[in-house]
């Protein structure tokens, strides 16, 4: 059977774990992948804009000696003219071995992975999950806090559309000692579905402000989000929302003088580009973790040499 990927929880905690070990032995070693998935070919399906993510799993593939083909955007796609998601992945199963979805539909790539005879990763659905950047998170949090419990999370900006939120809070709950602040404005708070099903089961303790300056000197962590332009339904609305926070060298001085600031990118401007020459902004060596992680998951979920040992279904 084959194994997709559609939330971060599709992953028990030690197969992120050996996941990201393979990724950080790629990280060390890259020329022992080089030729991993020689003859396998990629399928990026991008549905919305990308940068990184789209360019990261075509760099993972390229760097593993495999082929990439797909399209960046809807319009190129036999999308324009009609085509469903479970028809597309019929045909493209047809050309690659895995592929990779963006969508703006919340569970489109789940429709797709129903009909897939290739591993679907999901790549981004709507305001719904992003798991291969919480994947990336969790790489970055570990590299470079040497572990990933005992922390203080700080989620800010726009956490009602921010799926990379979603998808870090659904994983980090499973972490002992994480507790989180959320930081955003009253109309962008974290849906209730998260404070309902994944923080008050878990028992996580969190608390909500408004004020990022109220926050910062009790973080580890501090992930910045931007305002998520494309799901407002009403440009006013974005324009009032956009600059709610702007993290600047002032609002760096009241923060640990350990603490990681993480951003999943693109920026626009609630990160003042004078933040970046501060040691605590990892947002780039985060883009860089994007790129192994996505690797070790290639090999992983098509089976290859130097992937890690994981249950899959038989
Ligand atoms: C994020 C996304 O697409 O959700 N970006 C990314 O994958 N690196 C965050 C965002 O677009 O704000």
């Known amino acids: 059977m084959i194994k997709h990927v559609?939330?971060?929880?599709?992953?028990?905690?030690?197969?992120?774990?050996?996941?990201?070990d393979l990724a950080n032995d790629?990280?060390?070693?890259?020329?022992?992948?080089a030729h991993a998935c020689a003859g396998k070919q990629l399928a990026t399906l991008f549905y919305e804009p990308s940068t990184r993510t789209r360019l990261s799993f075509e760099s993972a593939m390229l760097s593993l000696g495999g082929n990439v083909l797909g399209f960046a955007s809807a319009d190129s796609s036999s999308a324009a003219k009609g085509e469903s998601v479970s028809d597309t992945i019929r045909v493209i199963s047809c050309y690659a071995d895995i592929c990779a979805m963006r969508h703006p539909k919340e569970g489109?790539?789940?429709?797709?992975?129903?009909?897939?005879?290739i591993p679907v990763i999901n790549a981004g659905d709507g305001g719904h999950q992003h798991p291969t950047q919480t994947m990336t998170d969790l790489l970055s949090i570990r590299s470079l806090k040497g572990s990933?419990?005992?922390?203080?999370?700080?989620?800010?900006?726009?956490?009602?559309?921010?799926?990379?939120?979603?998808?870090?809070?659904?994983?980090l709950v499973r972490y002992p000692g994480i507790n989180f602040v959320l930081i955003s404005p009253p109309e962008l708070r974290v849906p209730d579905y998260i404070i309902d099903d994944v923080l008050k089961p878990n028992n996580?303790?969190?608390?909500?402000?408004?004020?990022l300056e109220e926050a910062m000197p009790k973080l580890d962590i501090l992930y910045m989000t931007r305002v998520q332009k494309e799901r407002f339904f009403n440009e006013e609305e974005?324009?009032?929302?956009?600059?709610?926070?702007?993290?600047?060298?002032?609002?760096?001085e009241l923060a640990k003088k350990d603490m990681l600031v993480l951003h999943p990118l693109p920026r626009v401007n609630e990160i003042?580009?004078?933040?970046?020459?501060?040691?605590?902004?990892?947002?780039?060596?985060?883009?860089?973790?994007?790129?192994?992680?996505?690797?070790?998951?290639?090999?992983?979920l098509l089976r290859l040499s130097g992937a890690v040992p994981m249950e899959l279904p038989s």
């Open 204 to 211: 996580v303790p969190y608390t909500e402000c408004t004020e």
């Open 6 to 20: 559609l939330s971060p929880l599709d992953f028990s905690v030690q197969e992120l774990e050996d996941l990201m």
């Open 26 to 33: 790629i990280e060390k070693y890259p020329d022992k992948y």
């Open 238 to 252: 974005y324009l009032r929302m956009k600059d709610s926070y702007i993290l600047d060298r002032a609002k760096m």
């Open 108 to 117: 489109a790539p789940l429709v797709a992975s129903m009909k897939s005879s």
């Open 148 to 171: 990933i419990s005992n922390m203080t999370v700080g989620l800010c900006g726009d956490l009602k559309f921010g799926r990379t939120v979603h998808s870090l809070i659904n994983a």
């Open 272 to 300: 003042s580009v004078e933040v970046d020459d501060d040691p605590r902004a990892a947002y780039f060596k985060q883009a860089q973790y994007g790129k192994y992680i996505r690797m070790a998951l290639i090999l992983t």
